[in-house]
């Protein structure tokens, strides 16, 4: 086996990572559930809203026509009838000069044909009856919301792709969708190698760590909009490790493995793949931290070899794997939210590679800011929790100043990318 590889560019293996078919399953949850999923099917309005005419204020519902006469010295007094609040049905017609109270939701009377807001108005009791004064000419519809006027009969309310927010729960609700079609998550099979490595729970030992990228890595796949399985921390043994990934791809859509990338003695990542029968796609890429990043094929599945290096697998994870989730999640734009912003600090580093630098935006008079979020090494931990963002700082330069603009990938973002540029 050769030690030598040749560096593919960033593009080059998001591209081959891409052109892998992935397959998409749905499944139905209740809306409750559906937040934070992702739409498996394009969504329509099963009527229009409103779907009778409303009353957008606290007011008088009349005949436009009564008010022909109306002006700041010429008032008109209508005959109110009643109050309707939201949700009641006024069941009489409103007359000429008649006038029903009506509150904000309503359902505008019969015979009505606009709204007067309450502010403008005066109230009068005479002789048992209520009246109201009206100083202005109101024309046909004028304060009423017509149907169909937020949303049409038939009309499209939301991709199939589309992350369900909010705002995108509400709409579902506005149509008494009481389940949604959602998009399975995929099953993404973590595994940490490394003789390193402690458990959670088990006292520091001479030599060893903690196993920190699964459990960044799960947090990750979570993120992505997946459902993380992790099997365990394997040792540094090619056995084992071949054993582990077969289980893994068995089970699960996707496979990450963190650590024995590389060409250390005790790297068994690549010779796994070999005994796997897997089709190595790459292992080495033109970018720091995570040059050593890999990913082959094996049968259907996809293979990830992240780097041990904890900010390189972070890295390594964002740029390559999550876009493939988001596809298998039907995701059109699957790419990394791109934005730019103004570097806040000087960064001297000479890299003929692109640099990812784990980094946080900050806005300021009207400015969006970038900095980094610690030390931009890529074994340490510490820059990776105030990370937002990566910065690129594109490869072939000595430096980079305060105040120039570079390229931001957004990581908390929802919206995506359609392409990777
Ligand atoms: P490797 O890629 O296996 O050569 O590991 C590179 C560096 O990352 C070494 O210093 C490892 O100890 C460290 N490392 C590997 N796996 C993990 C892990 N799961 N959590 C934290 N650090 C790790
Ligand atoms: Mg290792």
Redesign the pocket.
Known sequence: MTLFRKPIPVEEAVKRGMEVQQITKEEMVTLEESAGRVLAKDMYAPHPVPWFLRSPYDGYAVNAEATKAAGENSPIWLEVLGTIGAGDVWEGTVEINQAVKIMTGAAVPKGATAIIMRELTLEEVREGKTYVRIKRRLKDGENVSQIGEDMKEGQLLVHKGTFINAGVAALLATFGYETVPVCKKPRVGII???N??LNLGEELQPGK??????Y?LQAQVIRSGAEPVYFG?VG?TFESTVQVMEKAMKETDLVLT?????V?D??YIPKAYEALGAKLLFNKIAMRPGS?TSAATAGDKLLFGL????S??YVGFELFARPVIRTMLNMDKPYLQKIQAMLKTDIVKANPFNRYVRSKLSFSEGRTYVEPSGRDK??M?SSLAGANCLAVLPGGTRGWEAGSIVDVLLLDDQEGMAIWE
């Open positions: 940490a190698t490394g390193e490595l760590i903690r196993n920190s990228n699964a960044m921390k540094d963190t650590g024995g990338v590389s250390g005790f790297d050593v780097s041990g290096n904890p390189a697998c890529s074994n931990v």
